[in-house]
């Protein structure tokens, strides 16, 4: 049965930090790139960051770069989105997706994430 866990959202002050994690399983997780998403109240889904098989290769969105960081480990079948210098747009439930073909790709709950003073 395959899942991917989202955990570590919560609510924090901007310029605050969080980590979030997703916990795969299921399926051959060294084989999937692995990305976040996240999506705000009456707004698309929008791809945050993506990390190769490996791990050595990321690309983040405009609005996060600088200031978001993708990492795996492939041991523990994990990855992770460190967040710093919060802001209010970054506001959304966040997404772990995993990507192999259009057929094989996962998706978890997400974990919400709240920036505010």
């Known amino acids: 049965q395959v899942q991917l866990v989202e955990s570590g959202g919560d609510l924090v002050q901007p310029g605050g930090s969080l980590r979030l994690s997703c916990a795969a399983s299921g399926f051959v997780f060294r084989l999937y790139f692995m990305s976040w998403y996240r999506q705000a109240p009456g707004k698309e889904r929008q791809l945050v960051a993506t990390i190769g098989r490996a791990g050595g290769s990321t690309n983040y969105a405009d609005s996060v770069k600088g200031r978001f960081t993708i990492s795996r480990d492939n041991a523990k079948n994990m990855v992770y989105l460190q967040m710093n210098s919060l802001k209010p747009e970054d506001t959304a439930m966040y997404y772990c997706?995993?990507?192999?073909?259009?057929?094989?790709?996962?998706w978890g709950q997400g974990t919400q994430v709240t920036v505010s003073s």
């Open positions: 997706k995993a990507y192999l073909t259009t057929v094989n790709n996962y």
